[in-house]
């Protein structure tokens, strides 16, 4: 599966935000997606996975009430929407998808896309 992030941008502190990645392929259905970030000079993170069926989510202790994930199968899709963004929101945001259960761990992942930049500015 190719994976595209989109939707990345600078806002303000506070503004929300959208990303979506497209997948190609005709089994994104049978993976389970995440969303990561990475910070200038730190480890990259996952911020938000969904299962395959959409029945499942996990999300970051740091982005919790504040983001959503969620996925479109009919068009290959799946996004993260940013609420309440803060300046620590700042990263490279990339997707990713996975057969693994194990889906809240970045190890786990087998296919990446390419990163999209969100900036907060304070």
């Known amino acids: 599966v190719q994976l595209q992030a989109s939707g990345g941008g600078l806002v303000q502190a506070g503004d929300s935000l959208r990303l979506s990645c497209a997948a190609s392929g005709r089994t994104f259905s049978r993976y389970n997606m995440g969303w990561f970030r990475q910070h200038p000079g730190k480890e990259r993170e996952i911020v938000a996975a969904i299962s395959w069926s959409g029945g499942s989510t996990y999300y970051a202790d740091s982005v919790k009430g504040r983001f959503t994930i969620a996925r479109d199968n009919a068009r290959n899709t799946v996004s993260l929407q940013m609420n309440s963004l803060k300046p620590e929101d700042t990263a490279v945001y990339s997707c990713?998808?996975?057969?693994?259960?194990?889906?809240?761990?970045?190890?786990?992942?087998?296919?990446w896309g390419q990163g999209t930049k969100v900036t907060v500015s304070s």
């Open positions: 990713a998808a996975t057969y693994s259960g194990n889906y809240a761990r970045s190890n786990e992942y087998d296919y």
